[in-house]
């Protein structure tokens, strides 16, 4: 079945960075995208932005420019978030989920990485 | 504040109906797609109604979704305990160089 597996979660001081891994299996990794969302604790989705794993090609949220890099590694079907200069406000949940194409559905989600800003 | 506007709870008793509204412009849901996603308590959120009023294999009946102008609304029939969640509606955003935006999400009870 489709799955995406997330890493583990993160402990970061302000300042540093963190790169989140997300494994993709039971489909042809190179014929989606993998979109990145997060969640602050008790709030709502936020969208990070969205990468092809065909070319690589991305579209980052205006928010997060400068500070996020989404990659692929096709030769064991893994997308990568990191997002640099952290700060307590990126404390979330932050999921990876297929997507066809720019602006389609998501489906499925991974699991979810905590990561945890904090001095 | 998010772009799409959602009321932040709902609820409903078994067996009922209960509705839930996602009001957008003419940028996201005035001229494309309306998903809608079901986050249960500690869970990854899943993909409930995709194009507007599409069920994903496996969603039951009882989920529907429609779409009309900038406004779009997820509908539960048959209440169950089980439909207890966090739901949220997505769409992708024209403006500036594009996004996909989400509601603020609508906390469902089952009284």
């Known amino acids: 079945q489709v799955q995406l597996v997330q890493s583990g979660a993160e402990v970061k001081k302000p300042g540093a960075s963190v790169k989140v891994s997300c494994k993709a299996s039971?489909?042809?990794?190179?014929?989606?995208?993998i979109s990145w969302v997060r969640q602050a604790p008790g709030q709502g989705l936020e969208w990070m932005g969205w990468?092809?794993?065909?070319?690589?090609?991305?579209n980052y949220a205006q928010k997060l420019q400068g500070r996020v890099t989404m990659t692929t590694d096709t030769s064991t079907s893994t997308a990568y978030m990191e997002l640099r200069s952290l700060r307590s406000d990126d404390t979330a949940v932050y999921y990876c989920?297929?997507?066809?194409?720019?602006?389609?559905?998501?489906?499925?989600w991974g699991q979810g990485t905590l990561v945890t800003v904090s001095s | 504040q998010s772009v799409l506007t959602q009321p932040p709870s709902a609820s409903g008793t078994p067996g009922q109906r209960v509705t839930i509204s996602c009001s957008g412009s003419?940028?996201?849901?005035?001229?494309?797609?309306v998903y809608w996603y079901q986050q249960l308590p500690g869970t990854a959120p899943k993909l409930l109604i995709y194009r507007n009023n599409q069920r994903p294999s496996g969603v039951p009946d009882r989920f529907s979704g429609s779409k009309s102008g900038t406004s779009a609304s997820l509908a539960i029939s048959g209440l169950r305990s089980e439909d207890e969640a966090d739901y949220y509606c997505a769409a992708w955003d024209d403006s500036l160089s594009g996004s996909v935006v989400f509601g603020g999400g609508t906390k469902l009870t089952v009284l």
């Open positions: 039971g489909y042809t990794f190179t014929s989606y995208g």
């Open positions: 003419s940028s996201n849901i005035g001229s494309n797609y």
């Open positions: 990468i092809s794993a065909y070319n690589g090609n991305t």
């Open positions: 989920a297929r997507v066809k194409e720019l602006g389609d559905w998501f489906d499925p």
